[in-house]
C-alpha cells in the first residue's frame, strides 16, 4: 500500500511538468509556424528574421518551468514579449505565451502580487496594440484589457480551488487519523470489557474451588460425607466456569444474538436470575450468605443485570478470599430511579480493606469501571457495624 501511494503521488506530480515541456515545445513549433506564414502584404510588421525566432522562443521555453518558478517565468516571458514588440515584429503569436504565465502567477501567487502581475501585463499588451493593423486598434485594447481580466479571474479561482483541495486533504487524513485512533480506543475498550468477565468467572469459581479443595482435604479422612459434598461443589463450580467460559466464547465469536439462540432458561445469562444459585454456592464454599429482595422487582436491562450480578459475584468472592469464616449479607433493592445493592460482611475489616483496595485490588476496579459505564457508583470500605460493605447504586429509566 505505501509503495502504490508513493508511486501514485510521484506519477501526479511528475505529470504537469512533462505536459508543461510537451506544450512549450508544441507551441513554439506552432507560432513559428505561424510567424513563417502569416502574409503581411501591406507591410504592417517587420520582416521576420533570426531575432524573431530567438525571441519567440525565449517567451515559450521557459514555460516548461512555470509551475516552480512562476513569478520569475512572467517577468522573463514579459521582458522577451516587450522586446519583441518594440522591434515591430507580427505580435499575436507571442500573447498566448504571455498569458499564460499571468495565469501561471494568478493560480498561484498572493493577490497582491497577481495585481501587480497584471498591470505589467496588461502595459506590455497594450503596448502591442499599436501594431495592430489599421481600423481595429480599439478593439485591440479592450480584448487585450478582457484577456487579462479573463485570465485573473480564472487564476484566481484555480488558487483557491487548489487551497480548498490541501484543506480537504488534511482534513481528510486528520479524519483517518481520528477515526484509526477510535478504533484502536473500541479495540482496547473490548479488551478491558472481556478482561473484566474472563476475571469476574475465573475468580469467583476458582476461589470457589480452592476453598472447597482445602475443606475436600481437611476432612477427606475424618468426614467424608462433608468432603464428598466439597467435591461436589468442586465439579459444579467447575461445570458452570465452563459454561460461561463456553457463553464468552460463543459472543466473542457469533454475538450475543446467536449465544442466546436455543435456550429458553432466563438464568443462562448470568443476572439476578441466578443470585440465589451463586448465594448457594457461596454457602457450601463456607460464607453462610443472606439475600434479601425489597422494593418492587422489575425486569432490568441486559446488560445493567449482569454489571449488578457481577458486582455481587466480586464482592463475595473477596469475602471467601479474605474473610473465609464471616457471615455475609446481600440486599437488593428496587425503588423508582435506580436499583441500590449492598453486600456486607461481618468478618475483620482491615483484612479485608487492605485486600481490597492495595496493589492486587483489581476487583474494586472492575466493579466501578462496570458501574460507571451504566453511570452508575460503588463504594467500598469498612461497615458501620465492623467488617466490610460494598454498595452500588446503579440508574435505571423505567418506561412509563
Not at 516571458?77 to 519583441?84: N, R
Request: charged share 20%.
Amino acid at each position: 500500500m505505501f509503495v502504490q501511494r508513493t508511486w501514485g503521488g510521484t506519477v501526479r506530480q511528475a505529470f504537469p511538468q512533462v505536459a508543461d515541456i510537451v506544450y512549450s515545445v508544441v507551441s513554439l513549433g506552432i507560432m513559428g509556424a505561424m510567424l513563417r506564414n502569416w502574409p503581411n502584404s501591406h507591410g504592417y510588421w517587420r520582416q521576420t528574421d533570426v531575432w524573431a525566432y530567438v525571441l519567440i522562443a525565449l517567451v515559450y521555453l521557459p514555460l516548461a518551468v512555470r509551475r516552480r518558478a512562476p513569478l520569475t517565468v512572467l517577468i522573463g516571458t514579459a521582458a522577451c514579449t516587450l522586446c519583441y514588440m518594440t522591434l515591430g515584429y507580427y505580435h499575436v503569436v507571442v500573447v498566448c505565451g504571455l498569458g499564460l504565465a499571468f495565469y501561471t502567477v494568478a493560480a498561484q501567487c498572493p493577490r497582491r502580487v497577481v495585481a501587480k502581475s497584471a498591470a505589467g501585463t496588461l502595459l506590455v499588451l497594450l503596448w502591442g496594440t499599436r501594431l495592430a493593423e489599421p481600423g481595429i486598434g480599439p478593439q485591440s485594447v479592450v480584448f487585450v484589457t478582457v484577456t487579462v481580466a479573463v485570465l485573473w479571474v480564472t487564476g484566481d479561482r484555480s488558487r483557491r480551488l487548489a487551497e480548498r483541495g490541501e484543506r480537504l486533504a488534511v482534513l481528510s487524513e486528520q479524519l483517518r487519523l481520528e477515526q484509526e485512533e477510535k478504533a484502536q480506543q473500541a479495540v482496547m475498550a473490548e479488551r478491558m470489557s472481556i478482561a473484566r468477565e474472563l476475571h469476574d468467572v475465573v475468580a469467583h469459581h476458582v476461589s470457589a474451588i480452592s476453598v472447597q479443595t482445602g475443606l475436600a482435604g481437611y476432612v477427606f479422612m475424618s468426614d467424608p460425607r462433608t468432603a464428598r459434598e466439597a467435591l461436589e461443589t468442586i465439579a459444579g463450580s467447575a461445570h458452570e466456569a465452563m459454561a460461561e467460559m463456553r457463553r464468552m466464547l460463543v459472543v466473542l465469536r457469533e454475538g450475543t444474538e446467536r449465544a442466546q439462540e436455543g435456550t429458553g432458561d432466563p438464568t443462562a445469562t448470568p443476572g439476578l436470575g441466578r443470585l440465589e444459585q451463586l448465594a448457594r454456592r457461596v454457602t457450601a464454599a463456607g460464607v453462610p450468605v443472606d439475600v434479601r429482595i425489597t422494593g418492587a422487582p422489575f425486569a432490568l436491562p441486559p446488560g445493567v443485570d449482569l454489571c449488578v450480578f457481577r458486582v455481587i459475584q466480586e464482592a463475595l468472592t473477596n469475602v471467601m478470599k479474605h474473610a473465609p469464616a464471616a457471615n455475609a449479607s446481600v440486599t437488593v433493592h428496587y425503588d423508582e430511579a435506580a436499583v441500590r445493592v449492598r453486600v456486607a460482611d461481618d468478618g475483620q475489616a482491615p483484612v479485608l480493606a487492605g485486600a481490597t483496595v492495595g496493589p492486587a485490588g483489581h476487583g474494586l476496579i472492575g466493579m466501578r469501571e462496570r458501574a460507571g459505564i451504566y453511570g452508575g457508583t460503588v463504594t467500598a470500605g469498612p461497615g458501620p457495624q465492623g467488617g466490610f460493605e460494598v454498595a452500588l447504586t446503579v440508574p435505571v429509566a423505567r418506561d412509563r
